[in-house]
């Protein structure tokens, strides 16, 4: 299982990659429909090797009408939507952290 760090930085990294510095899409970066479609897989592979439950995220991904049209720009301006959702689930830690709970005894 990765740290939520290194998938942090996974996804930051394939954001920059698809995303021009304005948060855009990069066409440039994602010359094909193909390209797009690979873009997506190694996004659910990202998500999926992470070891953290983002199964609500990436069903949300697999239904998505936007990723199975045929306009490459919106293909990429939702994974660059997925990616940001992604890394602000991390950024706010809606993990429940492991361990328990200790509740001090009533001074009753």
Do not use: Q
Not at 46 to 56: V, Y
């Amino acid at each position: 299982m990765l740290s939520l760090g290194m998938t942090r930085r996974r996804l930051a990294a394939f954001f920059k990659a698809i995303a021009d510095s304005a948060g855009e899409p990069d066409l440039d970066a994602v010359p094909t429909l193909r390209a797009a479609a690979e873009r997506r897989d190694e996004l659910c592979a990202i998500l999926a090797d992470s070891g953290h439950d983002f199964s609500a995220l990436l069903a949300r991904l697999d239904a998505d009408p936007d990723l199975s049209g045929l306009s490459r720009r919106r293909r990429v301006a939702a994974l660059i939507d997925y990616a940001r959702i992604a890394i602000g689930l991390i950024d706010r830690a809606l993990w429940p952290r492991r361990g328990r709970v200790i509740v001090s005894a009533n001074d009753d």
